[in-house]
């Protein structure tokens, strides 16, 4: 049997974080089995799906590096023949037509509310002769599904879970309006897509017992079934936007790696003994269904924040310069030229130890591009009083002479001061917030030989001027 899985996403808004670890589950699967993963987009709600959501969803997997096999499958495009294999259950009679009206089926969903029964219904036109319908109502077809018995689930999450045959009614497969419904058309496709293993959010649990029902009504064979516990808050909450319940393009724009955000996914609810950091490789060796929780999981941002540390430690420098450059062009008056690119290669080693997201990384690589005179934040302002200006100027001469690599500005400093008689800070702080405008910064001198001897001296003659 060749493995083949599927994420098959509502286009009814972006791909949010749930989302994104059912597409990634299925994808390791698949991959780890050598087999195929499928992307349908399930836009037979027509008032909701819209393009741009589908967009959001094929472009936050590319985003993410889950790559899918085959073309893309949208559903509406199959629901007449959807309609096709309705029809033909009606004829072989694992299917009626039902003519209850609006007004009946509230009724009676009152009428169990009423006598605390379970809201089903009832089989008013199971057995009954359509020659009876009333004039003018147009029919649904529901399946004519067992009503003793149970139906049994061997689920690879939650184990094997039972109910029984009369809490499951008669399911619609037709509208009255010839449209086909959700838990039918998904079998259909599933079936035609070669789907072994369906593994989804627990959410669509219950529908698994329904969709087993017409399965076995169309004599098709079951697929595995494998449902992922919902992700709650770090509070234990249902996720909400507070949480980071977001579309996965803002995972991007708050500048998380993709491959930091697949490691952290897969850690949210699957684990492989104490591996906390599992590259995208090692992942796709590892992944199992039993290695999937079965309790909620909880999303963290601090734990999110420190695997992106990781990965962007990790990270070739160039591709981190042109990850940050378009940040950085965003906020100032033109794109940045080739020297100002070599600049921050070659800072790069430097500045990803200290910063767990591309946001902070590009700010704190700001001042190596940033246009002179460089405005220094409130903290490092107050250290350029008129005394440190002026010793910025009378460094501004010894540096001049000076060879420009980090030892050799190190100890000109060192001898500037010690000629002074001052301590090395009273110089290097002002020359930091001078350099930077900030208090914080890689080694001074590392930043001197970086900016380059043309610049470091423009930045200092700024600064020494009276204000």
Known sequence: MTVTVRFAPSPTGFLHIGGARTALFNWLFARHHGGGFRLRIEDTD??????????????????????WDDEVVYQFSRAAYHADIARGLLDAGHAYRCYCTPEELEAMRAKALAEKRSVRYDGTWRDRDPAEAPPGVAPTIRLKAEQTGATTI???????????NEELDDLIILRSDGTPTYNFSVVVDDHDMGITHVIRGNEHFRNAFRQTQVYRALGWAEPAWAHIPLIHGADGAKMSKRHGALGIEEYAKMGYLPEALRNYLLRLGWSHGDD???????????????????????????KLDSINAHYLR????????????????????GTLTEIDRRRLQRAMPALKPRAKTLVEL???????????????????????????????????????ASEW??????AALRDFSTARGIKLGAVAQPLRAALTGSLASPGIFEVMEILGRDETLARLDDAAQPR
């Not at 090692?282 to 079965?294: E, N, S, V, Y």
């Open 46 to 67: 027509r008032q909701r799906s819209t393009p741009e959501a589908t967009a959001a969803i094929v472009d936050g997997l590319k985003w993410l590096g889950l790559d």
């Open 154 to 164: 061997h689920d690879h999450v939650l184990g094997e879970v039972t109910v029984a």
């Open 276 to 302: 906390e950091i599992v590259s995208t490789e090692q992942a796709i060796a590892w992944f199992d269904l039993a290695g999937i929780h079965r309790s909620p999981a909880q999303f963290d941002f601090a």
């Open 314 to 333: 990790q990270a070739e420098d160039a591709r981190l310069v042109a990850l940050i450059v378009p940040r950085l062009e965003g906020d100032l008056p």
């Open 362 to 400: 590009a700010e704190n690589a700001r001042f190596y591009v940033a246009p002179r005179p460089i405005a220094a934040a409130p903290d490092a302002a107050k250290l350029l009083t008129a005394e440190a200006r002026s010793l910025l100027g009378e460094l501004t001469g010894g540096l001049a």
């Open 405 to 410: 690599q980090t030892a050799a500005l190190e």
